[in-house]
């Protein structure tokens, strides 16, 4: 099944999938949270394919949306006094209330328990979506389980690619962070899970309405083995596969906080980079203040501006899934201690660092194998090389050392310019079309001149030309044996790429420099095809040999 991404316009857009959901299928929507993973809430059946397509444990129950206060009745026992008087608060908006459920809610949907969350979203997509089906929409976060929450349709579909039939694009979302989920089948409402309506709006509502309001956060912790009270706690969530450790502001501010960090770990990982998830002025002191070989190894995802906590929530899935991908071997995320959406941000962010806390010496780290894409100024062919390479590596493996099967290895792809000035950016079109074809972000991508240490740190050279493939081996002689040019790697391992691009590929890969956003895209399609023929024998080339199987 190929899945079809539906840039929304207008309602029109709705209809089909509108359609899809009321007869029992599975459509990815955007709401103010995050995206979330929809189907018909009354029908076991499609429920069922909700947890089969994220892989999510069955004792995880989802969350109920619907389009208006209206349509809650039925799917509830009861709405008590407390219910009614949250309801009335902050419905619709980004928190789900846990009620008793009634018949009518499917026990798959519940996992098994007695209530049931409700949910109204604020997005006028989800709202439309939801009314037009004319069903309850049972929604998970639209990720494979464990992995970081989808806050745009590009990360729907890095996940979800070929097991939905469609994900409607409404941009990115708003708040970012999942919702409050509020326990409101006693006297006093218990937060779950914190969000962006805080525990203080919603004690302040209780103090207004004379309703009680104790003690939340213990009520967090799990409650016997079986089902959780707070199901969903005990999983994995929102982990990268990279160790994730927070950094807070010291008196020096966050800059000291961070340089410290980076300069504690530099020396350990020789050849590993370092993720920065921070504020702009963060970003600009850094790179003033940092050495040129220290710069060069770190990989950036600015937030906003410093301690913009909104901002920080609205990009931290987004941020980690970018900086996991960049293939850095640490991410250091800014922490914050104040601010209306602290709470659950640093929920989050506390669970993505606590997936394995141990040092990064005692951790058994997959030993890399890089391949070095080279162009003219890395800021367009060569980084679209790197990330798309990168992209199929994370498609495929686990990756094995040729002669030892045993050993764990990652292959890596890192890039390079011979004429550059280091510390640009990719060009906005090579963003874009990366963007498009992969669903990859390049805006972390720092341009770097090639050098002696790069070069040194790669087992396998390949130039976009054979005059930039020449002019590595003339100024760097020890590289002989292990540059090429994409021809002449062509010729030395017998692949052979498509008719389509074949002709067009005489000179190498062509600079798209000057050219428009078409081009760009041409020339990343065509990067991507030669990267597919090449694959094989570019791991064979890095002694490693893994399943080739899956896409
Ligand atoms: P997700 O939609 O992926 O963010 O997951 C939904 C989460 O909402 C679950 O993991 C629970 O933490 C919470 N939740 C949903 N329904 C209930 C319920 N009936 N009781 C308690 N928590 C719930
Ligand atoms: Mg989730």
Sequence with gaps: MKTERIVFKNNEDLVRPARLLAEGGVVAFPTETVYGLGADALNPEAVADIFRAKGRPADNPLIVHVAD???IRPLVAEITPLAECL??????????????????????????????????????????????????????SANESGSPSPTRAEHVIRDMDGKIPFVIDGGPCEV??????????????????????????????????????GDLRSETTLVGEGTPRAPGMKYRHYAPRVPVRVVFPESGGYSDSFRGEIRSRLPAGEHERIGLFCGQGVQEELESTLSREQAERLVFYVYGADGDIEAAARNLFAGLRSLDKSGVGVILAAGF???KIATAYMNRLEKAASADTRPAGDRPLAERRTVLFV???????????????????????????????????????????????????????????VRELIGADLSGHRSRMISDRVLAESRLVLAVSDYHAARIRAEFPETEGRVFSINEYAEKTGAIFPG????KMTDGVPDPFCSGADEYLEIAGMLRSVIEVFFPYILMDLGISGSHNGT
Excluded: W
Excluded at 381 to 402: L, Q, T, W
Excluded at 500 to 503: A, G, K, Q, V
């Design 69 to 71: 206060k209206e349509s």
């Design 375 to 433: 162009c003219t100024g890395n800021t367009c062919r060569s980084p679209m090389a790197e990330a798309i390479f990168n992209d199929s590596v994370e498609r495929r493996g686990p990756f094995f050392d040729s002669t030892d099967q045993r050993i764990l290895v990652t292959p890596q792809a890192r890039s390079a310019g011979i004429s550059t000035v280091s510390g640009h950016p990719a060009s906005d079109y090579a963003e874009d079309a």
């Design 176 to 213: 970012g962070l999942e919702s409050t989920v509020v326990d409101v089948t006693g006297d006093e409402p218990v937060i779950l899970r914190p969000g962006a309506v805080t525990e203080e709006m919603i004690s302040n509502i209780c103090a207004d309405q004379g309703f009680l309001f």
């Design 500 to 503: 389509s691009i074949r002709f």
């Design 87 to 140: 309801i009335r608060a902050f419905m619709p908006g980004p928190i789900t209330l846990v009620m008793k459920k009634s018949e009518r809610i499917p026990d798959i949907c519940s996992a098994g328990l007695r209530t049931v969350g409700i949910r109204i979203p604020v997005n006028p997509i989800a709202r439309a979506l939801i009314s037009m089906a004319g069903v309850p929409v049972a929604a998970p």
């Design 337 to 339: 201690e104040v601010g």
